[in-house]
């Protein structure tokens, strides 16, 4: 499952093969209990900013590049990474939960597709993925508009994911402020029975564009870094789409 994207699934097949060879060897996995210390806050609602009417004129090359996270705009630590990409396409068991899976697959449909980024911490500790993308017309506030929908309704589904079948989830975090409308949302996937990956996503509107960012991290303190490189994110994007 390695996109461009959605690089940090890209261990949800492997965890999932490991964790269910390691049970039918007796094996016992511990972290999960880990991996949820910090991650079950109580949820925040994204920010409100109705959807208003895109701008005529579309984001140039320019602006999405500009838009985009650099290394220098990261923590130190961090380090630029190049996944391979996979076709994988993403479904779900309900008609109002496939915005989500939209945001997952490597491609949104209507959009084009601008900067595409990827970064690690350390020794994969962490991993963020962000992409910026142009839509024509209102485009970019209907996609942001279904899905924070999509996340208001979707607690509990089921992901094809190439043929695997997962269980999953979303909710609501706090989006970053900035943008004219950010949703943020945490998705768990369980890969195996009791283990669950769950990136951080946030997609930000800014006229005509919007990005889509998700970010991974394996310990609770990773997770508290998501709200400041999510801002840094979001500021980088409004200026460039403003200038």
Do not use: H
């Amino acid at each position: 499952m390695r996109t461009r994207f959605s690089r940090g699934l890209s261990a949800a097949l492997v965890v999932s093969s490991l964790a269910l060879s390691a049970a039918a060897c007796g094996g016992d996995d511990t972290k999960d209990d880990a991996k949820k210390d910090g991650a079950d806050k109580p949820a925040a609602s994204a920010s409100a900013t109705p959807a208003a009417a895109a701008p005529a004129k579309p984001l140039t090359d320019a602006q999405m590049k500009a838009a985009a996270l650099e290394l220098k705009d990261l923590p130190s630590g961090w380090k630029a990474t190049k996944p391979e990409a996979d076709p994988t396409v993403y479904k779900t068991d309900k008609a109002e939960c496939e915005p989500i899976a939209a945001v997952m697959d490597d491609k949104i449909a209507g959009a084009t597709k601008g900067a595409s980024v990827d970064f690690a911490l350390g020794k994969n500790e962490s991993e963020l993925s962000q992409e910026v993308v142009n839509f024509s017309g209102t485009g970019a506030a209907d996609f942001t508009k279904k899905l924070a929908a999509a996340v208001d309704a979707c607690a509990d589904f089921t992901v094809d994911a190439g043929g695997e079948k997962m269980k999953a989830g979303a909710k609501k975090l706090t989006a970053p402020a900035g943008a004219e409308e950010a949703v943020a949302f945490a998705f768990a996937l369980e890969v195996a029975p009791g283990m669950k990956v769950e990136p951080n996503v946030v997609v930000a509107r800014q006229g005509t564009g919007l990005f889509r960012l998700m970010y991974l991290a394996d310990t609770a303190a990773g997770k508290k870094d998501f709200e400041a490189l999510t801002k840094t994110a979001t500021d980088k994007f409004v200026k460039a789409a403003q200038g």
